[in-house]
């Protein structure tokens, strides 16, 4: 609420009259209201890797508690032959099962080499290939809900590569406010340094169509107290929680998922 000679200095200036009320309502606005600095150019460019042009896809799929079995066996037969097959040019990185977060889920990352081109190509034959048809049709049936994003990453994390195992992997997956993605970049492409020690670090993304200005980290432990430890050990060095504290309100909701890797996984 505004004190009585606040209101007394804006009445007198004429702020509150009708006939004042669109200039009066900017005014008063600008004082509660964050500014965000105009940007020359989409934050893709600004913080995504310029030396490689992939394009990402997340693919979550909630399945049936029954068929989750099937689900695993079925993608096991099918999904290497799409990740092994020369004239496609993607690569799963990774495929998993949620363990802790959201039960009887499915989580698949793709990486389509040379961006939007590459995925058409991709989608476009495997409209043709009768197998993967017929498999689309089989796994429908066995899914409750799925959902996908089509991701950049960012210039300063990790590149996903493969890795041997055994790991669990943590996907922490933040809905940033709309116009703070530079800034969360910002940040974190300082705060990434102090979480190298390990090699946890597997990818950090941002999404481009799909649910808008989500970020997702992917970090591999040994086990959950390995990722305790680790998690742990950043607070003790200097500057971590500096950054945590700037980072923290740019945040409107966020999720962590802990994984299993299937067989078939690259990410093992």
């Known amino acids: 609420m505004l ?10 200036r004429g702020l509150v009259s009708s006939a004042s009320r669109p200039r009066e309502d900017s005014w008063l606005k600008s004082l509660f209201v964050r500014k965000v600095d105009p940007r020359k150019d989409a934050h893709s460019n600004l913080l995504a890797k310029r030396e490689t042009s992939s394009l990402y896809k997340l693919q979550i799929h909630n399945v049936k508690p029954e068929c989750l079995e099937a689900y695993n066996k079925l993608c096991q037969e099918v999904l290497p032959k799409i990740h092994e097959e020369k004239h496609y040019p993607c690569a799963l990185v990774g495929t998993w099962n949620t363990w802790y977060g959201e039960q009887d889920q499915a989580v ?10 590459a995925l058409n190509e991709v989608m476009s034959k495997l409209r043709q290939n009768k197998e993967f048809t017929e498999f689309r049709k089989e796994r429908g ?6 959902k996908n994003q089509l991701l950049l990453e960012f210039s300063f994390w990790n590149e996903p590569v493969p890795r041997e195992g055994p790991n669990i992997y943590e996907l922490r997956s933040y809905q ?32 481009q169509i799909g649910q808008l200005y989500m970020v997702h980290h992917l970090w591999a432990y040994k086990d959950l107290q ?35 890797p299937l067989k078939i996984s690259p990410l093992q």
């Open 176 to 207: 940033l406010r709309p116009g703070t993605m530079i800034e969360w970049g910002n940040y974190w492409a300082r705060a990434i340094r102090f979480r190298q020690d390990n090699n946890e670090a597997v990818g950090g993304f941002f999404s």
């Open 226 to 260: 390995t990722r305790e430890d680790i998690r742990n050990a950043a607070w003790h060095k200097p500057g971590w929680d500096e950054l945590v504290y700037y980072t923290v309100p740019l945040i409107q909701e966020m999720e962590s998922r802990i994984m299993i």
């Open 141 to 146: 049936n066995m899914l409750l809900s799925r």
């Open 108 to 117: 698949h990352l793709w990486r389509y080499e040379g961006g939007y081109p």
């Open 3 to 12: 004190s009585d000679s606040v209101m007394y200095l804006l009445i007198c």
